[in-house]
């Protein structure tokens, strides 16, 4: 098994669909996550971390269900500007080691 | 949040060339700086780490020899391509964790340059 795995999609959503993705890892010691979001050509900028059971921020909610090692990304009312792509990152050792997943593609569409 | 600065954005070289691109912290003390290299569509792969004042740690795959990595003070970290070749070409991104960065509770965010676009001709 990847240490992270992501569907990497693309995801092609209408405007205003609620989407969601995926993150699987591998390392059950794991206690933080995060999801980045990167513009193409630009640098991964943090859009949520998951610490405990989940975490909502406005249209986007991130969970964890440390049972199935996974966890996921749902964006509510999907904007054009929400096209990106979304990166699952999995630190251990208090950042001593980060692991990215490949990163889900999402298009949104007009 | 917490700024780091990587430059140069853009850089084009010639074969054989070495390029070297910085990555600095501007108002935090990075104690640990990761290289990564990114393909087009392709993940961010981790080069190596370093912290402030010691050696690089590479990941495996990654020639130490070839991919210079100083971090003498704590807030800049460069990265040296020695002896280009067209494969190296990519995007290199920095990030930085350290000293004004925690979140959460123990663990701390990473904080990315703006990357380096390294064409090899």
Known sequence: RKEVEQDPGPFNVPEGATVAFNCTYSNSASQSFFWYRQDCRKEPKLLMSVYSSGNEDGRFTAQLNRASQYISLLIRDSKLSDSATYLCVVPSGGYQKVTFGTGTKLQVIP | ?121
């Not at chain 2, 990941?59 to 460069?78: R, Y």
């Open chain 2, 1 to 121: 949040g917490a700024v780091v600065s990587q430059h140069p954005s853009r850089v084009i070289c010639k074969s054989g060339t070495s390029v070297k691109i910085e990555c600095r912290s501007l108002d935090f003390q990075a104690t640990t700086m990761f290289w990564y290299r990114q393909f087009p569509k392709k993940s961010l792969m981790l080069m190596a780490t370093s912290n402030e004042g010691s050696k690089a740690t590479y990941e495996q795959g990654v020639e130490k020899d070839k991919f210079l990595i100083n971090h003498a003070s704590l807030t800049l970290s460069t990265l040296t391509v020695t002896s280009a070749h067209p494969e190296d070409s990519s995007f290199y991104i920095c990030s930085a964790t350290g000293i004004g960065t925690a979140v959460g509770n123990t663990n701390t965010e990473a904080f990315f340059g703006q990357g380096t676009r390294l064409t090899v001709v």
